[in-house]
């Protein structure tokens, strides 16, 4: 197992890889991941195994928080500890680069995963304004 920064070249691959084992929206095509790319340089990553992606991270960080995105890991790979690895080498990346701060908003069924990996619950009441026109 190899890790090593997303670049827009993987775009491609990438896009396959999130549809099989999660989703994909219009911030996934190849205009936008670039833009998100440039502004987030050398924070999120990939994993690969025998030349394929098994799993991904993005790390978009605003200045002042890190966030966490695309945590996704190939389903036959899954259980295996490769999302916690992949959690932890962002946040170190996120952390360098100053957030203090690395807020989340999670299903319920991510729920134990998350707190395995050291996030706590909080009292704020996560709220969202969401806007997609993205036809699946
Ligand atoms: C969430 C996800 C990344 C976890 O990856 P993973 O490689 O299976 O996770 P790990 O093996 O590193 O799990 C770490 C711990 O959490 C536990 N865990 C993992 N997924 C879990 C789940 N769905 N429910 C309960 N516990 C879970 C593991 O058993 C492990 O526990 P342990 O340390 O006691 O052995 C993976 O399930 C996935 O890709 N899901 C689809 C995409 C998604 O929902 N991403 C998150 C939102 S961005």
Same mark, same amino acid.
């Given at each position: ?24 929206n219009e911030l ?5 991941? !670039? ?43 899954? !259980?295996?500890?490769?999302? !916690? ?34 996030? !706590? ?16």
């Amino acid at each position: 197992m190899t890790f090593r920064f997303v670049t827009i070249n993987d775009h491609t691959q990438l896009l396959s890889f999130w549809k099989e084992n999660y989703f994909v929206n219009e911030l996934d095509e190849l205009g936008p991941l !670039k833009s998100f790319l440039e502004k987030n340089l050398d924070l999120s990553l990939l994993a690969e195994d025998k030349g394929e992606v098994v799993g991904t991270v993005l790390g978009p960080f605003d200045g002042r928080r890190g966030y966490i995105q695309k945590l996704v890991v190939r389903k036959d790979y899954r !259980k295996q500890g490769l999302g !916690k690895q992949l959690l932890e080498k962002v946040i170190k990346n996120l952390r360098s680069a100053g957030a203090l701060y690395i807020p989340i908003n999670v299903n319920a069924e991510l729920f134990t995963f998350y707190e395995k990996c050291g996030f !706590k619950v909080t009292e704020q009441i996560p709220m969202n304004n969401t806007y997609s026109t993205y036809k699946k």
